[in-house]
C-alpha cells in the first residue's frame, strides 16, 4: 500500500486540497484545540513535516497599523525537502529524480523561468566554497541530501508570499535596491544555498547577478567567529544522553528496530545507526512504497512507531530543559547579528534591511527554543521563522518588532514579550525588549547571576 492510500483510510474527512492534506492543517505551527486531532497522531505530524506545496497559505507577515513604517526584515530559513542523507541497510534507494521539469507536480509558474536564470549565475559572487555547487538541482537520481523539485516549488512559494508583501505592499526596497541592502549567508550544502537561491528567485524575480553576494556559512548554528564554546557541548552532551535513555525505555520502538533489521537482514544496531526514519520521511512525502526483501516489507506500523517516540522525544526535551541551555547558547551569536542589525536600522542605515539565512533543522530549532517558543513545532522542510522591525511614524523613535514563524505572529509567545499585550494596545514587542533579552536576560536564563556575556557563560565552571 502506498503512503497516501494508507492516509485515505487513516485520517479523518475534511476538506482537502490536493495530496489529500487539509489547507488548515498544514499551517499549524503552534498547537489548536479546536482544529487538531484529539490525541497525537503520528500521520498528521509527519504530514505537517513534509509541508507538501499546495493552496497559497494565508499568512500574516507585514501586519500592522497603518501608522508604522517596516524598516528590515531577517528571514531564517530551513532548506526544502530533500533525498535522505542515510540509506537503509541493503534496501533500494528511493527512486526521486532532482531534475526540474514543468510536467511534474509540485509545480510553480517560475519554476522554467528559475531554471533559466539559475544557468546564467556564473557572474555572481559566492565566496568560497560556494562557487563551487551547482545552483539548481538536476539529477535524474537524487544524489544525497539533495534538494528535490518539490524543495525548489517550496521557497519559490515563500518567496513569492514574501514579495507580495515586503516589496508590493510595503515596498521594502526600492526597484534600483543595490548588493549592501540585502546581507545573504548559506551553509556551504548545495540544498541550502539552492534554497536560498529559489527564496530569492522569488522574492526578486530575475535579479541582476551583478548584485548577489552569498556569504558561506561553516558552522549550522550560524556563529561566524564564536564557535568555541565549551559549556554549550557540556548541554550537547547531557542532552544526547537523555534521547538515548529515553531511547532505552521504549520497548515498542525496540521491537520494531528488530523487526526491520529482521527484514533486511542486518544487526539491529547497524538498521539503527542509520537512521531509518530519514529514508522513510522522504518515501512518505513523495508517496512511494516503503521498502521490501524477500523478508517482508517495512511498513507504515514500523513508521508510525519511530514517527510517534520522535514526537515524545520533543516533548520530554521541553520538560527536561538541557535543551534549552544549549538553545541559549547555540543561538546567541545570531540572534545577537540580529539585534546589532535591527538597532543599526532603527539609527536610520540603509544596509542590510533584508537579510536571508539559509540553514538547516539544527539551526532553527535552537533559535525557536531560545526565544522561549517551547510549544513551536520542530521545522518542517521550508520552513520560516522571520523578524520585522517597524518604525512607528507618530512617535519616530520608537521601534517595534514582530517574530513570526510559518506565517503565524508568535510575537507574544516568546519568553521576553509574553506579557507586555496585556499593556499595551501595540500589536508587537518594543525593540528594548529583544535587545535586553539578547544581551543580558539570555545568560539570566542560564541559572547564572555571574555572566553578563556570552564568553563568560560559554567558559562558566561546573554545571
Known sequence: MTCLAFLAVHLTPVSTAKNGVSSKSRKRIMPDPVTEPPVMDPIYEALLYCNI???AERSMEGHAPHHFKLVSVHVFIRHGDRYPLYVIPKTKRPEIDCTLLANRKPYHPKLEAFVSHMSKGSGASFESPLHSL???PNHALCEMGELTQTGVVQHLQNGQLLRDIYLKKHKLLPNNWSTDQLYLETTGKSRTLQSGLALLYGFLP????????FRHQPSALFCSGNCYCPLRNQYL???????YLLRLKNSQLERTYEDMARIVDVPTKQLRAANPIDSMLCHFCHNVSFPCTRNGCIDMEHFKVIKTHQIEDERERREKKLYLGYALLGAHPILNQTVTRMQRAAEGRKEEVFTLYSAHDVTLSPVLSALGLMEARFPRFAARLIFELWQDREKPSEHSVRILYNGVDVTFHTSFCQDHH????KPMCPLENLVRFVKRDMFVGLGSSTSTNYYDACHREGF
Open 237 to 243: 552532551e547531557k542532552e544526547q544522553r537523555r534521547q
Open 422 to 425: 496585556k499593556h499595551s494596545s
Open 134 to 136: 551547482p545552483l539548481y
Open 53 to 55: 506545496p499546495s493552496v
Open 206 to 213: 530575475d535579479f541582476d547577478w551583478k548584485k548577489i553576494h
